[in-house]
């Protein structure tokens, strides 16, 4: 599972990364809020331990904003301990709250205790038919495409090979594979028919279509979506 951790003091970043990396978590580094949202939305996090004071854009205001979005776990640290601190943080959306300085082993014990609910309650994105590169998202039980949380509307045809392509990230799909799996019936010269499909589908889903940064041609071989 991955786990992000922000805090503007590297040290203790660093110092919660080694306990959970120990417990087998893969961690993601912040060090203010602007930079903790760009991690949420560019990667599958699980769980979030965010501190309330922080440059450029504080704790209160990231989870708020991540809230709009993402309803994954998040711990809330801060040096301070008044009542009203802990209330505001657990009113703009925190599921927990430590106090500095802390024991990292209470610490984890919260951190496996959101994770365990989480799961249980199913809001984990554990879907096999759920397939993610970047903010590129393709749910296919709901058969919805996302960019960057934006939705995007596409034909049943695009959404069959956007969906083949994602869910295979990475890998480079021949022009007659595309076809074949999209229409499925045998390809006769597709190269013309796909070439189209793709060209809409970049339309919609990439800011310049011209300098795609998802579905990208591989000259002489086919297509494929980057893994990011």
């Given at each position: 599972?991955?786990?992000?951790?922000?805090?503007?003091?590297?040290?203790?970043?660093?110092?919660?990364?080694?306990?959970?990396?120990?417990?087998?978590?893969?961690?993601?580094?912040?060090?203010?809020?602007?930079?903790?949202?760009?991690?949420?939305?560019?990667?599958?996090?699980?769980?979030?331990?965010?501190?309330?004071?922080?440059?450029?854009?504080?704790?209160?205001?990231?989870?708020?904003?991540?809230?709009?979005?993402?309803?994954?776990?998040?711990?809330?640290?801060?040096?301070?301990?008044?009542?009203?601190?802990?209330?505001?943080?657990l009113n703009m959306g925190a599921d927990d709250y430590v106090?500095?300085?802390?024991?990292p082993l209470e610490l984890i014990a919260r951190v496996k205790?959101?994770?365990?609910?989480?799961?249980?309650?199913?809001?984990?994105?554990?879907?096999?038919?759920?397939?993610?590169?970047?903010?590129?998202?393709?749910?296919?039980?709901?058969?919805?495409?996302?960019?960057?949380?934006?939705?995007?509307?596409?034909?049943?045809?695009?959404?069959?090979?956007?969906?083949?392509?994602?869910?295979?990230?990475?890998?480079?799909?021949?022009?007659?594979?595309?076809?074949?799996?999209?229409?499925?019936?045998?390809?006769?010269?597709?190269?013309?028919?796909?070439?189209?499909?793709?060209?809409?589908?970049?339309?919609?889903?990439?800011?310049?279509?011209?300098?795609?940064?998802?579905?990208?041609?591989?000259?002489?071989?086919?297509?494929?979506?980057?893994?990011?």
């Amino acid at each position: 599972m991955n786990i992000l951790i922000c805090d503007d003091d590297q040290a203790i970043v660093d110092g919660i990364a080694i306990y959970l990396e120990n417990e087998g978590y893969k961690i993601f580094k912040a060090y203010n809020g602007i930079e903790a949202i760009e991690i949420v939305r560019e990667n599958q996090i699980h769980l979030i331990i965010m501190d309330i004071m922080m440059p450029k854009m504080d704790g209160i205001r990231a989870t708020m904003k991540i809230r709009e979005e993402n309803n994954i776990p998040l711990i809330m640290l801060s040096a301070k301990s008044e009542d009203t601190d802990k209330i505001l943080g657990l009113n703009m959306g925190a599921d927990d709250y430590v106090t500095k300085p802390f024991n990292p082993l209470e610490l984890i014990a919260r951190v496996k205790s959101q994770l365990r609910r989480y799961t249980t309650l199913g809001s984990l994105e554990t879907k096999t038919n759920v397939y993610k590169t970047g903010g590129l998202v393709v749910d296919d039980e709901s058969k919805t495409v996302t960019v960057d949380g934006e939705e995007i509307r596409l034909t049943p045809v695009q959404y069959k090979i956007l969906k083949l392509l994602t869910a295979n990230a990475g890998r480079v799909f021949s022009i007659e594979e595309i076809y074949e799996k999209a229409w499925n019936e045998p390809a006769f010269n597709p190269e013309n028919t796909v070439a189209v499909h793709i060209r809409k589908i970049r339309e919609k889903i990439e800011i310049n279509p011209k300098e795609p940064k998802y579905l990208k041609v591989v000259w002489g071989i086919g297509y494929k979506v980057e893994k990011l």
